[in-house]
Structures are given as structure tokens and as C-alpha cells.
């Protein structure tokens, strides 16, 4: 029994996000919805819960179906509701009066800690609001769910947790995820869905295995297009020669079979198409610095404390050379970005106490909150005039960094998560640090974003300190590895048995 089923949908918002698709999903589907930032995934998501509509085509539905929608942004009218409050509120007024008891089961399921139930959203992470609306789509016992960036703000605690709850599901249930978290997507899906503007591709597999079946289609189309440009090349050069003699001898046949050749090439160029090319929603470009300082941190047993003064652990002994990639490894607030305030503050007087820095750092700082990208200053005021850079070639670097010139002007609060993300990226890049201390630096990047980051810190020299809850990134990117728990920091041989929850 097909759960819903789409046919030749199409949304053009100036340009297409997606034309022409058609899709079903049948009972056990679990898809993955992988695209760049900004290239219609929610959309789709929306149009499929009933929420938005699209374009063109059509959408049907089994009877009955009840969708639950995980969409990316809390309702600011729940912020100040507690966290058992907030959920019941997604329940009818019958329900929550008569049956309340379906939330502690929900909560219980996503093992909500029982401390945090009756706590205010506006109190706690982004995580757990999270997983409070996760919980508020679940307790509707929804048939199919529809997850947007459903890994957004969770440690890794709870992205195994999420990963255990929906693998745990029926095996019948079907569910679609958008997401850019390669390893969450390679564990819950079985299915995925590039989305693309036209032409896009749907395979039976979970992400990785379908990223190599995807390549190889688009290499294999690549290559037709080629043969099929070539063949209509012929075509026209053959027809030119009949032309030629046609023309000197006069003969009607001759001028026939030549515009019979040139409308087979018509023909074939009109039907041929180019291979799709991926790409992100703009370019990551990093620039270092060179240092020939043997080390450029050195810790020296430094205590790391909380912003009142409360020591967590002490660093013991260690240092961070040039070309190192050291990852910090631990549970939400175990300590991991005080790891880095404390080294940013020392960076900024020189010193601390335990911290020796050496005088040729130049400090490439990202912050997973983007402080200092949400304000009233517009992208190209952060950027002009502080870099050394020409007003053309200052628009020129936004435009490639994917915030097109409509965008540069208005204030930076106003762009997307993806966006201020490269607005950042971009600044480190003109900052030339030779060790940067980036924490969270994958939040809101699509795919191709996070490998051409990835590309950018694996190259010669880059130094670097590193909070990430992504798998794939912390695995690709990391050369050494810091582990914090039960009161200490050390270094361990690889991340997989923290991975693992060892």
C-alpha cells in the first residue's frame, strides 16, 4: 500500500527549487532528502505535510494519513511553556484533558530526564528544545514522519539516542529526513532523494552507498552528453559539405539530405542534456598563515573553569604544533568550548596561567552561536575596509561565499543559518589565522559545504582546535583527539569508542 505519492511536482520561487518530481513512498521507506542549503528541502517537506503548495503537479495521499512534521523553528509562543507543557499543547483540548498520560509516555520513550519536564523551553539548550518538538510531533501518533534537520543543537548523546528511537520504529514505518548529518542519514535511512532543480535522482540505498550510485550516474549521463554532442558535431559537419557541393552542383537532393542532417543534429542537441553538476550554496575557501613556531600552545596542567569560577578539570600536559587537528571530545557541558575561551582569552592577553602561546599565532575564531553575524551591521560593512580589499572585490568574495548582492546590504541578523555560516567561514579566510578554534563549525553547512571545509583544514600546516558533534567531519578532519570526562582531559588514540558511547 503506497503511503503518498507525488507526481510531476514543481516549486519555481523566481527560480526552480525542483520541477518535475515524482516520488512514492510505500511502507518501510525511510528517505533521505539531501540538497544544498536553500534548494528546497523544507519546501518539499511542507508541500508533503500539507502546509505549503506547490507549483505544479500533484500530490496524493493514503486516506487517513496523519503526518508529523519536525520543522526547523520553535513557535515563540512555547518558549516560555515547560517542557511537559509544550507537548501536551499539541494535543487536542479532549485529548490533553482526558488523555495527558500519552506524554509521559512520549517523554519516557525519548528519555527525557525528569528533572528537565517541568522547566521552560527558553531555559534549556537548543538540543532539548528540539527534542521537546520531536516529542510534540510524536505524541499525535502520527503514520509517517517528516524530519528537517532533526540532529540540529543535539550532542552526541542524544543523536544516538534519536538514531535508537527511530530505528527502533516498526519496521514498516516510514519516515523522510532531511538532513546534512552524513553519519545520522547512513543509520536511518534506507532511501534517498537528491533534490535538484530538474532531473533529480532517487536510489535505494542510504546515504554514502547512494552518493557513490549518484557519481556514477552523473558520470555515466556525462558521458552520453558527450557522445551525443559529438555525434550532432558530425552531423553539422557533414551537412556543411553537402551544403557546399549542393550549392556548386545544384542539386535539390543534395540540399534536402543536408537539411534532413541538420535537423537530426537539432534533434540530438535538443534531447541531450548535461550531466547535473552538484554544488553548495557557495564556496569555503580558508587561508592560513604559516607558523615556524614548534609549538603554538602549550598547557601546562591549566584548570578550566566555569564563567563563575568553578574549576571542571585541569588540561594536564599538552600542546598543539603547527598541522595539528586536535578534536575535543565530551558530553554537553563537559568543558569542550571553555577549552577554547580559555585559549582564545589567553591569545588575547599574551597569556594565562598554564597556557604559554607562541607569538606568531594569528587566531581564527568561530563560534557555533555566530556572535557578532546577527545583528544590525549589513555582510559587506563586517568586510569592507578591514581587510585591505576593494569595495568590487569585497562583493565579489559574498557572492562567491553563496549571499548574493540583494543580501549584502541588509543587516547579517537577516540571512540564513547557511549563510552566516560562510559569512563566517569567509572572515577567517581574510583573518589568514594560523590556528583556528572552531566550535561547532559544521552547524547549518550543507554537505558540499562541510567537505570543501573538510578540504580546507586537511591541507599542509592548517592548525586547528576543533568542537564538532558531526561523526563525519570530527573522523575526516582530526589528527589527534582530547578527550574530558570524569574530571580530566586526555588524549586518546581515536574518537570511535566515544562514538560508541565507551
Known amino acids: 500500500m503506497t503511503i503518498l505519492t507525488l507526481k510531476d511536482i514543481g516549486v519555481t520561487l523566481g527560480a526552480p527549487l525542483f520541477s518535475d518530481l515524482s516520488l512514492t513512498l510505500n511502507p518501510g521507506d525511510r528517505l533521505g532528502l539531501v540538497a544544498a542549503n536553500g534548494r528546497g528541502k523544507s519546501t518539499l517537506l511542507r508541500i508533503i505535510a500539507g502546509e505549503a503548495e506547490a507549483t505544479t503537479g500533484d500530490l496524493t495521499r493514503s486516506r487517513g494519513l496523519c503526518v508529523g512534521h519536525l520543522a526547523q523553528d520553535i513557535p515563540e509562543t512555547l518558549m516560555q511553556l515547560s517542557f511537559h507543557a509544550a507537548v501536551l499543547d499539541a494535543l487536542s483540548s479532549d485529548q490533553a484533558e482526558n488523555e495527558s498520560w500519552r506524554v509521559d509516555i512520549v517523554l519516557d520513550d525519548l528519555a527525557v530526564p525528569g528533572d528537565l519536564r517541568d522547566r521552560p523551553l527558553a531555559a534549556l539548550s537548543g538540543g532539548w528544545r528540539r527534542m521537546a518538538m520531536l516529542a510534540r510531533v510524536w505524541v499525535t501518533e502520527p503514520h509517517c514522519l517528516l524530519l528537517d534537520e532533526p540532529t540540529n543543537h543535539l550532542d552526541l548523546e542524544r543523536i544516538s539516542g534519536l538514531e535508537a528511537f527511530l530505528t527502533g520504529l516498526p519496521r514498516t514505518f516510514p519516515l523522510i529526513v532531511a538532513s546534512h548529518d552524513r553519519a545520522f542519514l547512513d543509520h536511518v535511512t534506507n532511501r534517498t532523494l537528491f533534490l535538484r532543480p530538474e532531473a533529480s535522482r532517487d536510489f535505494a540505498l ?37 551544403k557546399n557541393i549542393g550549392i ?40 592560513a598563515t ?36 586536535v578534536v575535543l571530545l565530551g558530553a554537553n557541558g563537559a568543558g569542550k568550548s571553555r577549552v577554547l575561551a580559555l585559549i582564545a582569552a589567553a591569545i588575547s592577553s599574551g597569556g594565562a596561567e598554564g597556557v604559554r602561546i607562541s607569538a606568531s599565532v594569528v587566531p581564527g575564531i568561530c563560534d557555533q552561536g555566530l556572535e557578532g553575524l546577527s545583528g544590525a551591521d549589513t555582510p559587506f560593512d563586517l568586510i569592507a575596509g578591514r581587510y585591505g580589499q576593494s569595495d568590487q572585490t569585497v562583493r565579489g568574495f559574498l557572492a562567491g561565499a553563496g549571499i548574493d548582492i540583494a543580501a549584502q546590504d541588509r543587516p547579517a541578523g537577516n540571512l540564513s543559518g547557511g549563510q552566516r555560516a560562510r559569512l563566517a567561514m569567509l572572515i577567517l579566510r581574510l583573518i589568514r589565522p594560523n590556528l583556528y578554534l572552531l566550535d561547532e563549525p559544521t552547524n547549518h553547512l550543507d554537505i558540499e559545504g562541510q567537505e570543501a571545509l573538510e578540504r580546507e583544514l586537511m591541507a599542509d600546516d592548517v592548525s586547528a582546535l576543533i568542537v564538532s558533534h558531526d561523526r563525519a567531519f570530527v573522523r575526516a578532519t582530526g589528527t589527534r583527539f582530547w578527550r574530558i570526562g570524569k574530571g580530566r582531559m586526555e588524549e586518546v588514540e581515536d574518537p570511535e569508542a566515544f562514538f560508541a558511547g565507551g
Open 206 to 242: 542510504p546515504y554514502s552507498a547512494a552518493r557513490v550510485a549518484r557519481d556514477e550516474a552523473d558520470a555515466a549521463e556525462a558521458r552520453r552528453f558527450g557522445n551525443e554532442m559529438q555525434k550532432a558535431a558530425g552531423l553539422r559537419r557533414q551537412a556543411a559539405k553537402l
Open 248 to 287: 556548386n552542383s545544384g542539386s535539390d537532393l543534395l540540399n534536402t539530405k543536408t537539411k534532413q542532417l541538420s535537423e537530426r543534429a537539432e534533434r540530438i542537441e535538443a534531447a541531450a542534456r548535461p550531466a547535473h553538476r552538484e554544488g553548495s550554496a557557495g564556496d569555503i575557501r580558508l587561508d
Open 290 to 325: 604559516r607558523s615556524h613556531a614548534r609549538a603554538l600552545v602549550t598547557l601546562e596542567d591549566a584548570g578550566v573553569a566555569t564563567p563563575d569560577g568553578r574549576v571542571l578539570f585541569r588540561t594536564g600536559a599538552k600542546w598543539i604544533v603547527p598541522g595539528d587537528r
